[in-house]
């Protein structure tokens, strides 16, 4: 006993001692001050925002004497270049896509305009990190609206649930709807609070010495810092059945899907989701393109760029095993372009950066290999895009977001589900989301008059898609298209069950599989969340490895696959990246700006 307390103790004394360095790192603070101005008025021209969004690429742009290159403008890339930007330095940001964001980019078709993978977002109340954190990337120039409640509701076959913003709102209407269950209930609330506190932990493992976290990894230590770890790597059905025999109860504990079932995701992911909404949801004022339109101008102003329709083929790495930058495709009969840095940050993902991006003999290094084999890709998704005739107020649109399941057996029901063969995946369709973004945005109907939109979300497997891989967008041929229409027409017709006062209403409908995240996002298997976020890719020796810095010197990984996902989970792979390239404790500073804005706010008050 006394040796394992000597151990923790000198353990944390040399932590202290790290900590302390990298407080002291000559790299300087970006989040100084809070944003100087308030929000400027919507810009809606246009040309205006294509200036932004859709600059492209040319060699004549890339900015002199880069200090880094970032591959992919999602949420990761700009977090990570828009940090480094408010630290002085030189970043180019490289998006192989026609305009900047990621899955926070939206597009317009016949009048309406649909975001493709920003539905709403927790925590954004003045004041929470996340808010500060995004405030500092966009120079407090982003608005966010909050959802009325109920902001969810939930379907297990006839059964409606309704989920309320608010620490006490939240647990009073669960314990409402599940009077028996209050035991249950206050149990996961304080699992819950308890995950929250605790999981700047996993930020903490990821940055500290790779020895460091692996001595306490394999002795077990780790497990005696935090509970966090146990629940990290507990199934959350195995965690759930432990509180409540109550099916329905589990299920709602359960809800946002994202891929993986909850006999094999992490308790841990699930309870943070959960605890994500608890304070309210929001959604971007002007909508999700928004987030990259204020965010491109920090990055500029600092002497960087962001441009598009430029795919990077290779990271350039020299004798000496470095990285020292990309080559970019201009177009298929045109010559590449190096382009040379000394640090390189890729937002494409764990296995493109790995897999393609690398050359074919760094691919074969053993730390390389390592970190493959420790994750697998996660599932895809399919969309349906339907355009109304008729604002959100006309056709009385709710700002809810509705889950729908068939029954309350969620396990059952996704495994049945992925093991689906492809020709029996348009009569099964089991889970659905359906969402009208034209409801939760104000400014929606400013700037498409007499329209409105609802966006239908599912889950699906490149494996049923795989036979047109390879062929290009929007000529997949007949079989493609008549299997894709299957499929949406069978979920609009589900959604018009659900509202049928809208069947009158469409009058444009377009779907995305997995092949157009593949084509729009560059996700290998068209998956949105990144890696598979199963309970083993939370483990502490995987949330350990799957870290910023990379075996390659001077690449470094951003978004997604080095945190969570979602776009609070891809910002804040963001600044582990940055914490990493910066030599500097970047959740410190946030930390000591949160502390500044909630004293000066308190000042103002009094």
């Known amino acids: 006993m006394w040796a394992t307390l000597l151990l923790l103790v ?109 539905h709403y977002v927790g925590q954004m109340h003045e004041g929470s990190t996340l808010r500060v954190a995004l405030d500092q990337l966009t120079d407090g120039q982003l608005c966010w609206q909050r959802l009325p409640d109920p902001y969810d509701e939930v379907c297990l076959g006839p059964r409606r649930y309704q989920l309320r913003a608010g620490k006490a709102a939240f647990t009073a209407a669960l314990e409402e709807q599940f009077p028996a269950e209050k035991t249950a209930i206050r149990e996961f609330m304080r699992l819950s609070k308890m995950a929250s506190r605790h999981v700047a932990l996993l930020a903490v493992l990821k940055m500290v010495p790779r020895w460091l976290a692996a001595l306490l990894v394999r002795t077990g230590l780790i497990y005696c810092v935090s509970p966090i770890f146990r629940m990290a790597a507990t199934s959350h059905s195995e965690a759930v059945a432990r509180l409540t025999a109550d099916r329905d109860l589990r ?51 600092a002497g960087g760029a962001v441009l598009v329709r430029a795919p990077v083929t290779r990271i350039l790495v020299s004798h000496a095993g470095t990285a020292v930058g990309v080559v970019v495709q201009k177009g298929p009969s045109e010559e590449e372009v190096e382009v040379f840095a000394p640090v390189v940050i890729s937002d494409a993902g764990i296995f493109n950066t790995f897999g393609k991006l690398l050359p074919p003999q760094l691919r074969s290094h053993p730390g390389v290999c390592s970190r493959l084999a420790m994750v697998r890709h996660g599932m895809g998704s399919f969309l349906v895009f339907v355009g109304l005739r008729g604002s959100a107020t006309e056709l009385a649109l709710p700002a809810t977001n509705f889950w729908i399941y068939p029954h309350n057996d969620l396990d059952t029901m ?92 469409v009058e444009f409908m377009e779907a995305a599989s997995p092949l157009t995240n593949q084509h729009y996002l560059a996700a290998p298997h068209g998956e949105m969340y990144g890696t598979e976020h199963d309970v083993s890719r ?47 404790l970047l959740y410190l500073d946030l930390l000591l700006l949160k502390k500044k804005i909630k004293w000066r706010r308190g000042r103002k008050a009094a």
């Open 251 to 301: 299920a709602l504990l359960s809800y946002l899907f994202y891929g993986t079932a909850p006999q094999d995701s992490s308790f841990l992911v699930n309870v943070l989701m959960v605890h994500h909404y608890q304070r309210g949801a929001w959604y971007p004022r002007g909508g999700a393109s928004e987030i990259a339109f204020h965010a491109v101008p920090v990055i500029e102003r």
């Open 414 to 505: 996704m495994t049945r589900y992925a093991a689906l063969s492809r020709d029996d995946v348009p009569e099964n369709l089991a889970m659905m989301f359906i969402t009208f973004p034209a409801a939760k945005d104000p400014t929606y109907e400013q700037r498409h008059p007499g329209r409105s939109c609802m966006t239908i979300l599912t889950m699906a497997r490149y494996e049923w898609f795989e036979e047109w891989a390879g062929t290009r967008t929007k000529h997949r041929g007949p079989d493609y298209q008549r299997y894709k229409l299957a499929i949406a027409q069978r979920l609009l017709e589900r959604a018009l069950q659900r509202f049928p006062h809208l069947r009158d209403k």
């Open 538 to 584: 939370f483990s502490p020796a995987v949330v350990a490895a799957m870290r910023a810095e990379t075996p390659v010197k001077n690449l470094y990984l951003t978004g997604q696959d080095v945190f969570s996902c979602g776009l609070a989970g891809a910002l804040h792979g963001g600044l582990l990246c940055a914490s990493a390239v910066l030599g500097r």
């Open 10 to 118: 000198a353990l944390g004394t040399l932590t202290l001692g790290l900590v302390a360095h990298r407080l002291l790192a000559p790299a300087g603070n970006p989040f100084a001050r809070p944003p100087l101005g308030p929000p400027r008025p919507l810009v809606t021209d246009p040309r205006a925002r294509d200036k932004v969004l859709k600059r492209g690429f040319s060699a004549r742009r890339v900015p002199p004497e880069l200090d880094a290159v970032v591959i992919g403008s999602g949420m990761g890339g700009l977090a990570a270049a828009g940090i480094l930007a408010k630290a002085g330095k030189r970043v180019l940001v490289l998006e192989q896509h026609d305009q900047a964001g990621g899955c926070c980019h939206t597009f317009q078709e016949q009048g309406n305009e649909f975001d493709v993978g920003i």
